[in-house]
């Protein structure tokens, strides 16, 4: 019996890494590749597999440490002292050569168990075919190929999108963690994949390269933006902010959960392994762990306080609220019928919609700003817009009005506090725009809208626009907004209902101008009028707080001037 220490694997990086988990005790007996501790990095969660197998003598870290490439992590004794050294110095140099008798086969014939041995984490790379597969999506599972981007004999780029997949909330580009061609492609449009499954073969050559399991660099959102902010770090819960689509089980009441300190859920992957294979959201469980992390335990507790709960009423929705389903009839009996499959963002958004318009106490407020003065000025920046190659339409004007207005009336820029008994008052202003795709309603978010210029906000409502069409927007684009404008002027109507995107706590809903007679000075006048209407939550608001902030964003559309006080 040999003791060995191991230590941390080759990060690819000089940075100190949190040590968040640690999955083994003294005494343990591991198998080549268990993990023994759980690492995050400013990029995600990653597990440290053990390169031998033996007992746990001793271990040398604990939960909080900061470590780096090369710190000691544990001792374990071995079944043999010919176990291989892994990539990144992983055993113990300090120990004293065996004596010749006793010295293993030569290199040669202990590099195959080398290569083998190698940790997850390692990042060094011989050349050859490699395998490339899907990174860890940060909890999400059974994703949707819905584009291929290469074929075999294509080279690639280290970052080049390899394919493209549909999660929960938007699609995202999966890219290559390293150069080289193609030689096999082993997924098809229409699969479902997971963390772990094969995207391709890759013939690379020599060089030091990210895995290709991508553990250490996850995806989380497009090629442009690699949302492993923090991947996710889990099935994406608490995406109430971000758009209409909202996780498949957030109907489902949960007990407040300790937030995490990125507002994310907080688990390390063997939790989020457990979740899956148990079937439970980790948005709904609250963490007890440090900083609200959810270990191991905080799961089984979850299951086990649900299994103890009386089953839910026969016929009831799954948002719990008791009210029975409405009925499947047979129409075909009356003619000739089609069943047409509603797209993930679709069925996503239906279930949002429904939750909120449960959840919310709506109250919807109508109102018209004449404009007139604001389409004259729109109409002589024409040119000015050519020549930048903005298309300066009204919205950027109702975005910049609309971000105005929520500073002047803070009361509209909170969301209420899961225990009722707090509003959290957000001292940051992102506006979102709802944009209607083929495939679903979604809704990106202008950041900081009220530190913008109304050309900055034209042009990053068309670049968000474009990118919400071709289905690439990132997690990023869709998270963080405090209000949110849905526009129906250029199709028609003269007013509508929007609903409240919870955990926001109004929608301002834009319907179409019209040239209407308005009394002035005496006469009527010709004047363009944009009829607009306020939804929102009057747990947080009050009706007499809606009507002042229709009155003074209409005062803002009719002058824009005003704007700039």
């Given at each position: 019996?040999?003791?060995?220490?191991?230590?941390?694997?080759?990060l690819?990086?000089?940075?100190?890494?949190?040590?968040?988990?640690?999955l083994?005790?003294?005494?343990?007996?591991l198998?080549l590749?268990?993990?023994?501790?759980?690492?995050e990095?400013?990029?995600?969660?990653?597990e440290?597999p053990a390169?031998?197998?033996?007992?746990?003598?001793?271990?040398?870290?604990?939960v909080?440490a900061?470590v780096?490439?090369?710190?000691?992590?544990?001792?374990?004794?071995?079944?043999?002292?010919?176990?291989?050294?892994?990539v990144?110095?992983?055993?113990?140099k300090s120990a004293?050569p065996?004596p010749?008798?006793?010295?293993?086969?030569p290199?040669?014939?202990?590099?195959?168990a080398?290569?083998?041995?190698?940790?997850?984490?390692?990042?060094?790379?011989?050349?050859?075919?490699?395998?490339?597969s899907?990174?860890?999506?940060?909890?999400?599972?059974?994703?949707?190929v819905?584009?291929?981007?290469?074929?075999v004999?294509d080279?690639?780029?280290?970052?080049?999108?390899?394919?493209t997949?549909e999660?929960d909330k938007?699609a995202?580009e999966?890219?290559?963690?390293?150069?080289g061609?193609v030689?096999?492609i082993?997924i098809?449009l229409g699969d479902?994949?997971?963390?772990?499954?094969?995207?391709?073969d890759?013939?690379?050559?020599?060089?030091?390269?990210?895995?290709?399991?991508?553990?250490v660099?996850p995806v989380?959102a497009?090629?442009?933006?690699?949302?492993?902010?923090?991947?996710?770090?889990?099935a994406?819960?608490?995406?109430?902010?971000?758009?209409?689509?909202?996780p498949?089980?957030?109907?489902?009441?949960?007990?407040?959960a300790?937030?995490?300190?990125?507002g994310?859920?907080y688990?390390?992957?063997?939790?989020r392994?457990?979740?899956?294979?148990?079937?439970?959201?980790?948005?709904?469980?609250?963490?007890?762990g440090?900083k609200?992390?959810?270990?191991?335990?905080?799961?089984?507790?979850?299951?086990k306080?649900?299994?103890?709960?009386?089953?839910?009423?026969?016929?009831?929705?799954?948002?719990?609220s008791?009210?029975p389903a409405i009925?499947?009839?047979?129409?075909?009996?009356f003619?000739?019928?089609?069943?047409?499959?509603m797209?993930?963002?679709?069925?996503l958004?239906?279930?949002n919609?429904?939750?909120?318009w449960?959840?919310?106490p709506?109250?919807?407020?109508?109102d018209?700003?004449?404009?007139t003065?604001?389409?004259?000025?729109?109409?002589?920046q024409?040119?000015?817009?050519d020549k930048?190659g903005?298309k300066?339409?009204?919205?950027?004007?109702?975005v910049?009005?609309a971000?105005k207005?929520l500073?002047?009336?803070?009361?509209f820029?909170v969301?209420?506090?899961?225990?009722?008994?707090?509003?959290i008052?957000?001292?940051y202003?992102?506006?979102g725009v709802?944009?209607?795709?083929?495939?679903?309603?979604?809704?990106?978010v202008?950041?900081?809208?009220?530190?913008?210029?109304?050309?900055?906000?034209?042009?990053e409502?068309a670049?968000?626009?474009?990118?919400?069409?071709?289905r690439k927007l990132?997690?990023?684009d869709?998270?963080g907004?405090?209000?949110t404008?849905?526009?129906?002027?250029n199709?028609?109507?003269?007013?509508?209902?929007?609903?409240?995107?919870?955990?926001?706590?109004?929608i301002l809903?834009?319907?179409k101008?019209?040239?209407?007679?308005?009394?002035q000075?005496?006469?009527?006048v010709?004047?363009?009028?944009?009829?607009?209407s306020?939804?929102?939550?009057?747990?947080a608001?009050?009706?007499?707080?809606?009507?002042m902030?229709?009155t003074?964003?209409?005062?803002?559309l009719?002058d824009?001037r005003?704007?700039?006080?």
């Open positions: 019996m040999a003791a060995e220490k191991l230590n941390v694997p080759d690819g990086t000089d940075d100190s890494v949190e040590v968040i988990e640690v083994v005790k003294p005494g343990d007996t198998k590749n268990d993990s023994v501790v759980v690492l990095s400013d990029k995600a969660a990653m440290i390169t031998v197998a033996g007992v746990v003598k001793e271990v040398l870290i604990k909080g900061q780096k490439t090369g710190t000691p992590l544990l001792v374990i004794e071995s079944a043999s002292s010919s176990a291989v050294a892994p990144g110095a992983m055993a113990d004293e065996a010749k008798a006793a010295q293993p086969a290199a040669k014939a202990a590099e195959p080398a290569s083998t041995a190698a940790p997850a984490g390692a990042m060094a790379d011989k050349g050859g075919i490699e395998t490339i899907i990174p860890d999506l940060g909890g999400v599972t059974d994703a949707e819905i584009d291929v981007l290469v074929k004999g080279t690639v780029k280290k970052e080049q999108g390899l394919i997949l999660t938007a995202m999966v890219p290559s963690p390293k150069a061609k030689t096999a082993k098809k479902k994949v997971s963390q772990g499954a094969v995207i391709l890759l013939e690379v050559a020599g060089g030091a390269v990210a895995t290709p399991t991508a553990k660099s989380a497009s090629a442009s933006a690699a949302v492993a902010a923090p991947a996710d770090k889990a994406e819960p608490k995406l109430a902010t971000a758009s209409a689509a909202a498949a089980g957030a109907m489902v009441d949960k007990p407040a300790v937030a995490a300190p990125t994310d859920v688990a390390g992957p063997a939790v392994q457990l979740a899956r294979q148990l079937g439970v959201d980790l948005s709904k469980v609250p963490g007890t440090g609200g992390r959810i270990v191991k335990e905080d799961v089984e507790a979850w299951v306080a649900r299994l103890s709960q009386p089953a839910a009423a026969a016929g009831a929705v799954t948002s719990g008791g009210i009925d499947d009839i047979d129409f075909s009996k003619g000739a019928i089609e069943e047409v499959e797209t993930k963002l679709h069925r958004t239906a279930i919609m429904a939750k909120n449960l959840n919310v709506h109250v919807t407020q109508f018209e700003a004449d404009i003065d604001l389409e004259s000025f729109r109409s002589e024409k040119a000015l817009a930048k903005i300066l339409t009204p919205l950027p004007f109702i910049k009005a971000a207005a500073a002047e009336h803070p009361q820029n969301s209420l506090h899961s225990s009722m008994t707090k509003l008052r957000k001292k202003v992102n506006i709802a944009v209607a795709t083929p495939a679903g309603l979604m809704v990106p202008i950041k900081n809208a009220d530190q913008k210029t109304i050309w900055q906000i034209a042009k409502i670049d968000l626009g474009a990118k919400a069409k071709d990132t997690r990023e869709m998270e907004a405090c209000f404008i849905s526009s129906l002027g199709i028609g109507g003269s007013g509508f209902t929007p609903i409240v995107n919870a955990p926001e706590v109004a809903g834009v319907s101008a019209s040239i209407k007679p308005v009394w000075d005496n006469a009527f010709p004047r363009t009028m944009l009829p607009f306020l939804s929102y939550d009057h747990r608001v009050n009706g007499v707080d809606g009507g902030f229709c003074y964003l209409a005062a803002l009719s824009i005003l704007m700039m006080l």
